[in-house]
C-alpha cells in the first residue's frame, strides 16, 4: 500500500536543533495574535496566566489579553523589546451551550458537506464543476431523505401500522390501546383513531417534528454564523473575472447566507413530502382496490401528482445554482427564484402534508393493516441505488477532473470526494438502520425481526441486509489496522539507529531510540489514511450492493435466504445477521447515551467538539443541516482584529496559528487587503495546512494556492517536527524563498530537544508531539526574525511607508 513519508529519514531533524538567536524585536509596537487548534484551548492557557481579559467579542469567540496588557496601545514605551501578546479563542463556535449534543444528528451530512470540496483543482472548466457541485447536493438531499423516511419507518410503520395493527403486539403495550382494533386483548380498541389512516396521520407527527428540529437547527445556527458580514474591502487584482484566483479570497467565500437559506428550504420542503409520501402510499393503494371510492381514489391520484411534482421542485432548485464566490450575498439582489423558494416551497410542503394527512385520515370502514409490511418499504433498496449510482458518477468525474491537471499528493488520486460521500451514506445507513432495528427488536417481544417468530413482521428486509453487512465490513476494517500496526513496528524498528545519529554527543540509549523512532512512525500513518478511506469506501460500495440485490431477489433476511445452503453459508448468514443487528443496536445506544453525556457534560461536549472542529470548517455549501462552519465566524473576526488594530495603532502584526488555527490564520490573511498584509506576518505550527488539507481539498490549499498566499504573505514561516501526525511541511519550493527571506517551512525540529539526561536537564525531555510548539527556542526566533523583516519591508525605498506609520490606501475597516 503506497505511503508517503515526510522524511527518508529521522536523523535530518537535528537540521532544526533550536539556538539562540539573539534576535529582538524592532522599536514600535508589536503585536503576536494567537489562534489555537482543536480540543478548545483556554485562553489562560494559550496566555500563560490566569488572569485575562476580554478585550473584543461576545462568550462565544473573542479576543483576550493579559490583564497586564489590556492597555498596552498606551503604554507603547513598555512594549519595545516584546510583542504584546493577545489570544483569540473559539472553541465555543464548536462545543459551547448543551444544544451541541444535537449536533450528533447530523454527523452524516456534515460529511457529505465535506465531499463538495473535496474536488480535484481544476481550472477552466466552470460546467464539470457545477457538475460535480449538483451530485454532492444531491448525495446530501438524498440523506436527508433517508433520515426522514426512517423515522417514517419507526412511527408510520413498525408502530402505527405493524403494532397498533396486530391485536398480539397491541395488548402488550397500553400506551398503543387507543390506536388497536377493536379486540379482547387491546382494551379501550375500536375507537375513531383504530382506523390505518388515522393511525397513520397521527404517527406522521413524528418525521415532520424531526423535520421541523433539523428547520430549527439550521435556522438558529445560520442566523449565529452564515449572517457574519464579512470584511468590506476595495476592490483587487483578485476581483477580476480570474479562473485561476484562489477562492478562499473571494469576499463571499465566508459569507453563504443567501445558499443556506436556499438549500435550507429545499431539504425542509423534502422532509415534509416524505413523510406526505409515506401517508399516501398506504392510503393509495387501499383506495384502488374494487370497490373503494372513486372520489377518494381520484384525490389520491391528486395528491401524488402534487407529491411528485413538489419532489421535482426541490430537485430542481437543490441542483440549479451551487455557491457564488465572487460577491459577498446580497450583491446582486436576490433573484426571484430565491424568493419564492425560501418562502413558498416550505410553505406548500407543509400545506401539501395537511392534505395528505386529511385524505388518509377519510374514514374507510373495513380497511385493516395486520398481516404485512406499510406499502412503500422498498424505498430504503431505492435510496441506496440512488446514493450508488450518484458516488459512481463523482468517481467517474473526480478521475476526469485529476487526468486534466494532476496536482501531486492529492488524496486518492482524484477519488476522495465519491470515497467520502460513500462514507456520508453509509453513516446514514447506519444511523438510520440503528434506529429501525432497535425499535423493531422491542416492539417484536422474543421473536427476530423478519423470521417470521415475533409478533410483528419487523423492518424492511434491506436494513436487515444492510445490518447484516456490519460485521464484515469491520472484520475487513481490522485486518487494514492490523497491517498498520505491523507497519509502524517495522518501520519503528528501522528508524532507531537514524534517531541516534540525529543527537550526536549523546550516550546511545536502545530503549529511549525505539520509543522516539515509534513516534516518528505512528505520526507517519496520517500519510496513509487516503488508502485507509478509499479501501473502506469501497468495501461499503460493495457490500451496500450486495445487500440491495440479496433483498431484491431473495425476499428473505438473508438467515432465512441461506437456510438449504451448505452449512458454512447457512452458518455464516446467521451468524451475521445476529451480529449485525446487535451491533448496529449497540451503536445506536451509544449514540444516545453519547448525545445525553454531551448535553449535561460540558468536558464531553468539549471532547466531541474536537470532530466538529475538523468537520466544519468548511461553509455548508452540499447541505443545509450540516453543523455549521465556525470558520464563517472565525474568519471574518481575524480578518477585522488585524485590519482595524493596524489601520488604528500602525503597528506591525504578527497572527501564530496552531493546528487548525493555522488553516483559520491563512484563510483570514488571504482575506486581507494588500495594504494591511503589508503589516501583518504569518507564523503556523503543527500545521495541517498541506498534510492534511492541501491533500484533501486540492482545489483550495493545493500548490498553487499557497504558492499564491507565500507570494502575498512574503513574511510567512511554518515550523514542523517529524513526530507530529497532524502537521507537516507546507513544501514550497526552495527557491521560491522570497526576495528578502528564507523560504516557507523551518524543520523537522528536533523532538524531544533533549535525547538523555544532561546538567542542564537531568530529567527526560518528553516527545511534543503535536503540542507545545512554543516551548522550542525555535517559536521565539521566527516570531522576532518576522517582526524583523516586517519592518525591513515597510522601511525599504520604494515602500511607501516611513517611520511606521499606515499606508494612507489602506482601507477603513
Request: proline share 8%.
Amino acid at each position: 500500500m503506497p505511503q508517503d513519508e515526510q522524511s527518508s529519514r529521522p536523523a535530518s531533524v537535528a537540521r532544526g536543533a533550536p539556538g539562540e538567536s539573539g534576535v529582538r524585536p524592532p522599536p514600535g509596537l508589536n503585536l503576536e495574535l494567537l489562534v489555537h487548534g482543536v480540543g478548545g484551548t483556554t485562553p489562560e492557557e494559550m496566555l500563560g496566566d490566569p488572569r485575562v481579559e476580554r478585550v473584543t467579542g461576545d462568550c462565544t469567540a473573542a479576543v483576550y489579553r493579559r490583564t497586564e496588557d489590556v492597555d498596552a496601545e498606551a503604554r507603547a514605551h513598555d512594549y519595545t523589546d516584546k510583542p504584546v501578546p493577545e489570544a483569540y479563542s473559539w472553541s465555543n463556535l464548536t462545543s459551547g451551550n448543551s444544544a451541541r449534543a444535537l449536533w450528533l444528528i447530523l454527523l452524516p451530512f456534515m460529511v457529505a458537506n465535506l465531499a463538495h470540496w473535496m474536488r480535484p483543482a481544476v481550472y477552466g472548466r466552470p460546467r464539470a464543476v457545477r457538475v460535480h457541485g449538483a451530485l454532492v447536493r444531491l448525495v446530501a438531499l438524498s440523506l436527508t431523505v433517508l433520515l426522514v423516511a426512517a423515522a417514517c419507518e419507526v412511527a408510520l410503520d413498525l408502530i402505527a401500522w405493524q403494532c397498533a395493527g396486530s391485536a398480539a403486539c397491541a395488548g402488550q403495550r397500553s400506551w398503543l390501546g387507543f390506536l388497536a382494533p377493536s379486540s379482547p386483548n387491546a382494551a379501550g380498541g375500536g375507537g375513531w383513531w383504530s382506523q390505518p389512516g388515522r393511525r397513520l396521520a397521527l404517527a406522521a407527527v413524528v418525521p415532520a417534528a424531526l423535520t421541523v428540529l433539523l428547520w430549527w437547527l439550521s435556522h438558529r445556527t445560520w442566523a449565529a454564523y452564515e449572517s457574519q458580514p464579512p470584511l468590506r474591502r476595495p476592490v483587487t487584482s483578485y476581483d477580476s473575472e480570474s479562473a485561476e484566483r484562489p477562492a478562499l479570497c473571494m469576499p463571499g467565500f465566508w459569507f453563504g447566507k443567501r445558499l443556506v437559506a436556499r438549500l435550507r428550504a429545499a431539504h425542509t420542503a423534502a422532509g415534509f413530502l416524505t413523510v406526505a409520501a409515506a401517508l399516501a402510499a398506504a392510503t393509495t393503494r387501499h383506495d384502488r382496490k374494487p370497490g373503494g371510492s372513486a372520489a377518494l381514489d381520484a384525490l389520491g391520484w391528486a395528491v401524488e401528482v402534487l407529491i411528485v411534482t413538489g419532489a421535482v421542485w426541490v430537485v430542481y432548485v437543490v441542483c440549479r445554482r451551487g455557491r457564488g464566490e465572487s460577491d459577498p450575498d446580497g450583491v446582486p439582489a436576490p433573484s426571484v427564484l430565491d424568493r419564492i423558494t425560501g418562502r413558498a416551497m416550505p410553505a406548500a410542503s407543509i400545506a401539501l402534508l395537511l392534505l395528505t394527512a386529511v385524505y388518509a385520515a377519510w374514514s374507510r370502514p373495513g380497511w385493516e393493516s395486520a398481516g404485512g409490511e406499510l406499502p412503500g418499504d422498498e424505498t430504503f433498496g431505492v435510496l441506496a441505488v440512488g446514493q450508488g449510482v450518484l458516488v459512481l458518477a463523482l468517481g467517474v468525474l473526480g478521475i476526469f477532473l485529476y487526468r486534466r491537471r494532476p496536482v501531486a499528493r492529492t488524496a486518492l488520486k482524484g477519488l476522495g470526494a465519491a470515497a467520502v460521500a460513500m462514507l456520508a451514506c453509509a453513516l446514514g445507513g447506519l444511523m438510520s438502520g440503528g434506529v429501525t432495528q432497535r425499535v423493531g427488536d422491542w416492539l417484536d417481544g422474543p421473536g427476530t425481526p423478519g423470521a417470521g417468530n415475533g409478533l410483528i413482521p419487523g423492518p424492511p428486509i434491506f436494513l436487515t441486509w444492510q445490518s447484516s453487512a456490519i460485521p464484515v465490513l469491520l472484520a475487513a476494517v481490522v485486518v487494514l489496522l492490523l497491517y498498520f500496526v505491523l507497519h509502524v513496528s517495522r518501520r519503528g524498528r528501522e528508524m532507531a539507529d537514524d534517531v541516534e545519529r540525529g543527537y550526536p554527543g549523546s550516550l546511545p540509549d536502545a530503549s529511549r531510540s525505539r520509543h522516539i523512532a515509534s513516534v516518528i512512525a505512528r505520526a507517519g500513518v496520517t500519510d496513509s489514511t487516503p488508502w485507509l478511506v478509499g479501501v473502506v469506501a469501497l468495501l461499503t460500495l460493495l457490500l451496500g450492493g450486495a445487500a440491495v440485490l440479496g433483498a431484491r431477489f431473495t425476499r428473505q433476511v438473508p438467515g432465512r435466504a441461506a437456510d438449504g445452503l451448505p452449512a458454512v453459508i447457512d452458518g455464516f448468514a446467521d451468524t451475521t445477521q445476529a451480529l449485525g443487528s446487535w451491533l448496529i443496536g449497540f451503536a445506536f445506544v451509544l449514540f444516545l447515551a453519547l448525545g445525553r453525556r454531551a448535553y449535561r457534560d460540558p468536558s464531553t461536549r468539549r471532547t466531541i467538539g474536537i470532530l466538529w472542529d475538523v468537520g466544519t470548517f468548511w461553509p455548508r455549501a452540499a447541505h443545509p443541516f450540516a453543523p455549521p462552519c465556525y470558520a464563517e465566524r472565525a474568519v471574518p473576526d481575524l480578518a477585522w482584529r488585524m485590519s482595524t488594530w493596524t489601520e488604528r495603532t500602525g503597528g506591525r502584526l504578527v497572527i501564530s496559528g496552531h493546528s487548525q488555527g493555522s488553516v483559520l490564520a491563512a484563510a483570514a490573511v488571504w482575506h486581507l487587503d494588500p495594504g494591511t498584509r503589508r503589516h501583518v506576518a504569518l507564523l503556523t505550527y503543527g500545521s495541517p495546512l498541506e498534510r492534511l488539507y492541501g491533500r484533501w481539498f486540492p482545489a483550495y490549499f493545493g500548490p498553487r494556492q499557497l504558492l499564491d498566499l507565500h507570494h502575498e504573505v512574503d513574511c510567512w514561516r511554518n515550523l514542523w517536527r517529524l513526530t507530529d501526525p497532524i502537521g507537516g511541511p507546507v513544501r514550497l519550493p526552495e527557491e521560491d524563498g522570497g526576495a528578502d527571506g528564507p523560504g516557507v517551512d523551518r524543520g523537522p525540529l528536533l523532538d524531544p530537544l533533549e535525547y538523555g539526561r544532561t546538567l542542564e536537564h537531568p530529567l527526560p525531555a518528553p516527545v511534543l508531539g503535536h503540542g507545545e510548539y512554543q516551548a522550542d527556542p525555535a517559536f521565539d526566533e521566527e516570531r522576532d526574525l518576522l517582526l524583523t523583516r516586517l519592518r525591513s519591508a515597510r522601511t525599504a525605498p520604494g515602500s511607501g511607508e516611513a517611520g511606521g506609520q499606515a499606508d494612507e490606501g489602506r482601507s477603513s475597516a
